[in-house]
């Protein structure tokens, strides 16, 4: 594909855009009629705003516009103000990039110009640590071969640096302004797009056409580290940009009550119209029987309508009156809630890591009930599980063991070292060092050694290891607390100081680590003796004398296997096999990667509210099996672990196979893996299966196997194995892999997940999960990013799960209960009214009324139970996670929930329309003037409303903080004070026909009979609902009910397994063939300021060799390099 | 050491407040339904309603009430309204009755209403609050179809409430005798809400009424000008006549009574109605047949709880039963779950 741009520096014919991005919406201007269309886009608003055209048409009209207007004002306003906030936001962030200066070569000289500026053609002057302005193509760099490197976190997440090199003849272009500016190189390439990975296209410059690829491109949004200057020529700018072409493409996430909310609104609007054809129906009837005559006398000439038409125009006048069955207020109270919900979990101390001023935060407010509903937790493990802060903390040399792990019944003081707050429990170890036991000193020389470290000289002398991996850091470092500092490295040497002594050491050949040989030596010497060592980074250190004609004739065959093209790595790895041989083990080593504080009580506490937890990790089997023990998921009194490892599909089937026939028994059978289709739609049905099998397992299946696992055929075989176990762990999986399971998961079991990881790898899993939780950890803040939800600890979940989650979920089913209640019970008296005035569509209540119940009288005190309520109290949801239960269960709202609260709300309006009405028939005041007149029986039925609703909101609020009260009382005062406003002289005189119920409420409020009405009207709308709740509460208690009274006490988990720690192992290749080739090396002289930015490895090199040379990996997986420990 | 004070600062800020609010632990009022709180509540609700109930019953029995309905008994007249052009035509019937019990203390006169749909929304709304206040007499805004007449002239009162205004006249005579008559006296007065006489309608502002009224013309179904409407009290003329003023509170329900007269208690009605022979003496102006409505008249006493209605005495009384009922049962309940609690714990 080319032709969408060609670009050339003289002759300026581009794409005309500029540099100038627009994450903003709006403009001043263009706000309003932006802003107001989005939001009728939505389905509520646009009902509404279909209500307010009909409630136009005079026929129709059978409410003032104002009842309408006024509520649907104040929705478009709450969301427009918010939406403008976040727009000022863009606004001010997009004026801080597109205002953010960069070096562009104008008119052969270089001059700082505003990003917005920069033009598609533009050459650029790129320094250290700058953000890349726009897409360019990299001509020349300050580094030999015209290497750059950048890191693309701002991009993809990935935190490690890559290398793009320039092509050879225009990196000769160096830093030559004058030669940079006649640069008239042409580049035809593909059109814009969001392929971060992909680049096609091709420089025609001189007379030649020079092919360009990923490599030679720089994307906006990068960093260029380690490099002090490179130039490039803008290719894409401005919103051309690959960064710009990805952006904005985020899912957005729905609750499950989202969802159901949607449906239900749905079916009151079938109901709604039902209602409108009944009495639409009740309309024509009636003017035919009754109506005719009646209206020929009351309106004398008029001509007589149709009766079927009349019933037409009623149907209209009662969808208006009866629209507030949709409740406008309702998805603007339910995203208050949820904020209000977001904002304790931000504020929660118990969720706040103080070690790092780390907050919990509630990245995403629209999911908080959803927490409350998980059935499935899938964890990565480094990180998450773990620290992953490696330790070195025990040791064999020698056949001597040193180091114990800590233990609180003998205290031991630990050897404090003076780098990096470094413990080491065993003093023996330093006695020998000091004795000068050779074979001790040679393990840690070899520790100093052997490695792919990088050692920056900060000011102050201050040596800082950069690490590739945090295992690989901890040997050092520890090497370097007993005494062997690795000092400095260049391509050809090593330099050590040796209990004080410097020593060099040249170095000879650097056979790096990789996933076949799962080792890493070092050859090198020096003056005095030869050396030569291999280090397994796992455990086994060893080394090998060499002398020099061995040394001499295998260098002769790697440089040959080096030169072999077909079969070079063969060659390579054989040539290693030769020398890695014959060698004398000297020690172990241990790495400890530490559980993080509080993760077996969580998980313990997370199972009981049977909530499964699955273990995704990168890690291989050894390592993650030895952290599901650790932190009790796996234990020893389990009856069965089943370990999936087959190779091929066959394999794989065979093994779930076994699995089942040992759950099962030999019985179920297994079917031939081709009848998946049937098998989905069981497991769709229920977990009948699941009931029967009794007993612990656990499966443990790595990534290849999980590959084959995850093919149709066999997903669903998979799956029910997987459902059926207590404890699921997969290894070795591919982030691909993490978020193919969650949507297995999600799929199939209808269930709600949620992911919690921290690397990047994790993204994936937490993006397709319907909650993602971050851990803002030492992987940088990737999946924080990507997440809905993020603390610093692993434990804090318990908290946001059992705690925050059950809570939100509790709040909003109850709010949503009463929501649909309140608004039956208040619109359903005009449907009773309607077969008393003749299906005239006339209200009962006051239009001023019908305006403000929903927003004034009512809102408050039910967004206050929404937010406060408690049905038990944090420590009691803590110590019981069975009260859980009903979350996952969809217990407290649900379509049945919906139907009760329904019935509720009809039986409430019924009686509130039927006992006025039984009293007025035939009633006088105590003065015998009437009071059975239209505003007394409209204010009555009111009050009832306003009373019987607020008693009810009183009834379901179970936690009477002080501002349930001011809202509750408040209300109700709020009612009376506002029915006696619109009912006084003063209003009556300004605005006669706006307010006709001139001294309405002082006459009839001051009634015996009308109050005995609201009485009896309350007492027989919430008896019924006391005397059920009481018998239920009786007869079926719910776990809350019983938790309620039960004081609450502190339970510890049983540690059922004998605890085993967890030891980390790295089994990825370093960068070894960088540091060797001494491509990263900066030549000292040339460029004595520059200093190391950040860790720096070639990433795209290993990644190839790691595609070239593994062979285990099912898919080859090279768009997500980010391969984590 | 100044950038170490900030960091502590920052620390601080970073760290939520400990606040009862932020922590959700805001000291509350946990309310759940024991039994204790239930049961005897609806012990006591159930025993006040049962008492209500009975008094409520007592007082309404203790209210006399007599109810005529006429459009039968005037059936002359009836027929004779059911055609317009008999527009002006006078029809007058007589309706004997016997109250059996005397009527002690104040008696109230309404009319009543079968069938008519007061509460018609195209009715209700037919009217102009601003014109009856007297400030702007030709404003007839709203008042569709009865805003101007054939001329363009606009109607005061306008509007269709005030066009179907009640007009029969109905007089009450007591015969202690079968040859002596006696009518007996009614004052039109008081029979209207405090408010609606005194803010909500008021007569334009002039020493003359039916000049006030100059520019305007009457409703079509009215014989006479709203400011001749009691040509024997000049204050009870305009949009002030009492009459008009009780029409214009319009009803709730299709059928209703509204208060006509009291009666004065004077001569030997001093306390109230003896029980003897009476008659009304009809006008009939009104028809109801048209629209198949029926009218009659009530005479009754009132006490505290208002009228005869049984239906609020009645109503607490079963709820009050039903809650005793209720609390019954829920105590059976709760005692035999206790029971097996108990037996189940031990």
């Not at chain 1, 030679?216 to 960064?243: E, H, Q, Y």
Request: aromatic residues 12%; charged residues 20%.
């Amino acid at each position: 594909l080319s032709g969408g741009l060609s670009s050339s520096l003289n002759e300026e014919f581009c794409l005309d855009d500029n540099n100038r991005i627009h994450t903003s919406k709006y403009n001043v201007l263009t706000f309003l009629p932006i802003n107001l269309f989005e939001q009728f886009q939505r389905v509520a608003n646009a009902y509404f705003l279909f209500l307010l055209i009909l409630q136009l048409i005079p026929e129709i009209s059978s409410l003032s516009w104002f009842t309408t207007i006024v509520p649907l004002v104040l929705v478009l306003t709450i969301t427009a103000v918010k939406d403008a906030t976040d727009d000022y936001f863009r606004h001010k962030s997009d004026n801080q990039v597109n205002n953010r200066l960069s070096e562009v070569l104008i008119n052969g000289r270089l001059q700082s110009e505003k990003w917005m500026n920069v033009m598609a053609g533009d050459i650029i002057k790129l320094e250290n640590n700058q953000f890349v302005a726009a897409d360019l193509l990299l001509l020349s760099s300050s580094e030999p071969h015209g290497l750059c490197y950048i890191e693309t976190a701002e991009l993809d997440g990935e935190t490690n640096l890559k290398v793009r090199h320039a092509l050879p003849v225009t990196s000769e272009l160096g830093t030559d302004i004058s030669r940079l500016a006649k640069f008239d190189g042409v580049v035809a390439c593909e059109p814009p797009n969001n392929k971060l990975d992909k680049f096609t296209g091709d420089l025609s410059w001189k007379d030649n056409k020079y092919p360009l690829n990923n490599e030679k491109i720089i994307l906006r949004g990068c960093v260029l580290r380690n490099t002090s200057w490179c130039f490039g020529m803008v290719i894409f700018a401005g919103p051309d940009t690959k960064l710009m072409q990805n952006s904005g493409k985020t899912k957005f996430k729905r609750t499950s009550i989202d969802r159901l909310m949607n449906t239900l609104v749905l079916w009151i609007f079938g109901f709604l119209v039902c209602m409108g054809i009944i009495l639409a129906i009740g309309n024509s009837i009636w003017e035919h029987q009754v109506g005719d005559y009646f209206r020929a006398f009351l309106f004398q000439d008029e001509v007589v309508k149709n009766s079927i038409f009349s019933g037409f125009l009623t149907f209209w006048s009662y969808i208006i009156i009866l629209n507030t069955v949709v409740p406008i207020s309702l998805y603007v109270s339910v995203e208050v809630i949820r904020l209000g919900h977001s904002y304790f979990i931000n504020w929660d101390r118990k969720m706040y890591y103080s070690k790092k001023e780390t907050l919990a935060e509630a990245r995403t407010t629209t999911l908080n009930e959803e927490l409350g509903q998980i059935e499935y937790v899938f964890s990565d493990k480094t990180g998450t599980l773990t620290q992953n802060i490696m330790t070195f903390n025990k040791c064999s040399i020698n056949g001597k063991t040193y180091g114990k792990l800590f233990s609180p019944l003998k205290k031991i003081f630990p050897l404090l070292f003076s780098y990096n707050k470094f413990q080491f429990y065993d003093h023996s170890l330093v006695e020998s060092i000091k004795l000068g036991d050779p074979k001790v000193h040679e393990f840690f020389r070899l520790l100093a050694l052997c490695h792919t470290v990088m050692p920056e000289e900060k000011n102050e002398g201050k040596l800082i290891y950069q690490v590739q991996s945090p295992d690989e850091g901890a040997l050092v470092t520890a090497a370097r607390n007993f005494g062997f500092i690795f000092k400095s490295r260049t391509p050809e040497t090593i330099t050590v100081e040796e209990m004080g002594k410097v020593v060099t050491y040249q170095l000879l050949a650097f056979l790096d680590f990789n996933n076949i040989r799962k080792r890493m030596s070092v050859i090198g010497t020096n003056d005095t003796f030869e050396f030569g060592g291999e280090g397994l980074r796992t455990l086994a250190i060893a080394y090998r004398d060499l002398n020099e004609e061995y040394f001499k004739e295998w260098f002769k065959l790697l440089e040959e296997a080096n030169r072999e093209f077909d079969k070079r790595d063969e060659c390579i790895a054989a040539a290693y096999e030769e020398i890695e041989k014959d060698m004398m083990l000297l020690g172990a080593t241990a790495i400890e990667d530490k559980l993080q504080d509080g993760v077996i009580e969580t998980i313990a506490s997370l199972s009981l509210a049977n909530i499964k937890i699955w273990v995704l990790t990168g890690d291989k089997q050894e390592t993650a099996m030895n952290i599901g023990y650790s932190c009790n998921m796996l234990t020893d009194d389990m009856n069965e672990v089943f370990i999936i490892s087959g190779h091929s599909a066959a394999e794989v089937w065979e093994e779930l196979k076994k699995a089942k026939e040992i759950l099962f028994g030999r019985s179920t059978g297994f079917t031939n893996g081709y009848a998946f289709c049937e098998k989905l739609q069981e497991l769709k049905r229920g977990s009948t299966v699941e009931e029967s099998v009794t007993g612990d397992y656990a499966l443990i299946i790595n990534g290849h196997s999980l590959g084959h696992a995850l093919e149709a055929n066999l997903q669903s075989e998979f799956l029910e194995i997987a459902c059926i176990c207590k404890t699921v762990i997969c290894c070795r999986v591919t982030p691909l892999q993490k978020a193919q399971v969650v949507e297995l998961v999600k799929e199939y079991r209808k269930a709600v997940t949620l992911a919690i990881g921290d690397g990047a790898n994790d993204i994936s899993m937490i993006k397709s999960a319907h909650i993602g939780v971050g851990i803002s950890g030492q992987e940088g803040m990737q999946a924080v990013l990507a997440s809905d939800y993020s603390f610093a600890q692993f434990r804090y979940l318990q908290r946001l799960l059992l705690v925050h989650g059950r809570w939100s979920y509790f709040r909003m089913c109850k709010f949503l209960c009463y929501f649909f209640y309140k608004n039956f019970a208040f619109t359903l008296v005009h449907f009773w009214f309607g077969f008393f005035c003749g299906f005239s569509a006339q209200t009962v209540y006051d239009q001023w009324f019908i305006t403000l119940f929903n927003i004034v009288y009512t809102s408050l005190p039910i967004l206050a139970m929404g937010i406060f309520d408690q049905d038990v109290s944090e420590q009691n949801s803590m110590d019981y996670p069975n009260l859980y239960r009903p979350g996952q269960l969809n217990l407290l709202f649900n379509k049945s929930k919906f139907f009760i609260c329904i019935a509720h709300g009809v039986y409430t309006s019924f009686a509130l329309f039927f006992i006025p009405y039984g009293v007025f028939y035939n009633l006088a005041g105590e003065d015998g003037k009437h009071i059975a007149d239209y505003q007394s029986f409209a204010v009555t039925i009111a009050t009832s409303l306003v009373i019987v609703v607020s008693v009810q909101i009183a009834l379901d609020t179970s936690y009477w903080t002080v501002i349930n009260h001011v809202f509750i009382w408040g209300s109700v005062a709020t009612y009376f004070s506002i029915l006696f406003t619109m009912h006084s002289d003063g209003i009556f005189d300004v605005f006669p026909n706006q307010f006709p119920f001139v001294g309405n409420a002082r006459h009839s409020l001051t009634q015996k009979n009308i109050w005995l009405v609201i009485l009896l009207t309350t007492v027989v709308s919430v008896m019924p609902v006391i005397a059920f709740r009481f018998i239920k509460v009786d007869l079926y208690p719910t776990l809350s009910d019983q938790a309620r009274p039960l004081k609450s006490h502190r339970r510890q988990p049983r540690r059922t397994s004998s605890r085993r720690s967890g030891y980390a192992f790295a089994h990825q290749e370093g960068y070894g063939e960088l540091i060797t080739s001494g491509k990263n090396m900066r030549v000292k002289n040339l460029h004595p300021t520059s200093g190391l930015g950040k860790t720096m490895y070639n990433s795209t090199s290993w990644i190839e060799n790691l595609c070239k040379k593994t062979t285990d990996t099912v898919n080859s997986f090279s768009l997500d390099r980010t391969v984590k420990l | 050491m100044e950038r170490n004070s900030n960091d502590v600062r920052g620390l601080l800020s970073r760290m939520p407040d400990n606040t009862a609010f932020k922590q959700q632990r805001l000291p509350a009022w946990r309310s759940h339904l024991t039994a204790w709180a239930v049961l005897p509540g609806f012990f006591t609700t159930g025993a006040f309603f049962l008492g209500m109930g009975i008094l409520l019953i007592l007082s309404a029995k203790s209210v006399k009430e007599i109810e005529i309905t006429y459009t039968s008994m005037c059936s002359n007249c009836a027929k004779l309204r059911e055609n317009a052009s008999n527009f002006y035509k006078e029809c007058t019937c007589s309706v004997p009755f016997f109250i059996p019990e005397k009527m002690p203390g104040n008696v109230y006169m309404y009319y009543k209403l079968h069938n008519f749909y007061q509460n018609l929304r195209r009715y209700t709304i037919s009217r102009n609050n601003r014109q009856l206040l007297g400030e702007d007499i030709t404003n007839v805004e709203n008042c569709a179809p009865f805003q101007r007449d054939s001329n363009g002239i606009p109607i005061a009162p306008c509007g269709a409430i005030a066009n179907s205004m009640f007009n029969d006249t109905i007089l009450l005579s007591y015969y202690p005798h079968s040859s002596t008559r006696i009518n007996v006296p009614l004052l039109s007065s008081g029979i209207t809400w405090w408010t609606d006489k005194h803010i909500k309608f008021q007569n334009p502002r002039s020493n003359n009424l039916p000049s006030a009224f100059t520019g305007t013309t009457k409703p079509p179904y009215w014989r006479k000008p709203v400011y001749q409407l009691d040509p024997e009290n000049p204050e009870n003329n305009g949009f002030l006549n009492n009459d008009f003023i009780v029409w214009m509170r319009v009803a709730a329900l299709p059928t209703f009574k509204k208060l006509y007269r009291r009666i004065h208690r004077t001569g030997p009605f001093a306390n109230g109605l003896p029980a003897g022979n009476y008659s009304f003496d009809i006008a009939y102006n009104f028809p109801v047949t048209v629209f198949k409505g029926e009218k009659g008249v009530v005479l009754s006493t009132v006490t505290w709880s208002g009228g005869s209605n049984l239906f609020l005495g009645i109503a607490y009384l079963t709820t009050g039963a039903v809650m005793w009922l209720a609390a019954f049962s829920m105590t059976a309940v709760h005692l035999k779950m206790k029971k097996r609690n108990i037996v189940s714990e031990s």
